[in-house]
């Protein structure tokens, strides 16, 4: 069974951190580019950051350039997402998938709040 279980998702306040982590099972993510999306309260998802099969690539939107850095670790099935200096625009249900989306979990939530 294909599942992917993100974490690491909470309330932080402006300017803080978090690292959000995706755990993968049921298939095997290193012949996958995978990406992070998140999906803000009455806005479209959005993908935030793709790391190729390797991880010697990595694509980030413009909103999270500089800020984000995605990683992954193939033999432990595992993306990683570290966010730095959060703003409240960052408040969003964050998921891990494929890059072109094949599997999805339940994500996990952030809110970037004072």
């Known amino acids: 069974q294909v599942q992917l279980v993100e974490s690491g998702g909470g309330l932080v306040q402006p300017g803080g951190s978090l690292r959000l982590s995706c755990a993968a099972s049921?298939?095997?993510?290193?012949?996958?580019?995978m990406s992070w999306y998140r999906q803000a309260p009455g806005k479209q998802r959005e993908r935030v950051a793709t790391?190729?099969?390797?991880?010697?690539?990595?694509i980030y939107a413009g909103s999270v350039k500089g800020r984000f850095a995605i990683s992954r670790d193939n033999a432990k099935n595992t993306v990683h997402l570290q966010m730095n200096n959060l703003g409240p625009e960052d408040t969003a249900l964050y998921y891990c998938s494929t890059f072109s989306g094949d599997y999805w979990g339940q994500g996990t939530q952030v809110t970037v709040s004072s």
């Open positions: 049921g298939f095997t993510i290193n012949i996958y580019d």
């Open positions: 790391i190729t099969t390797s991880g010697l690539k990595t």
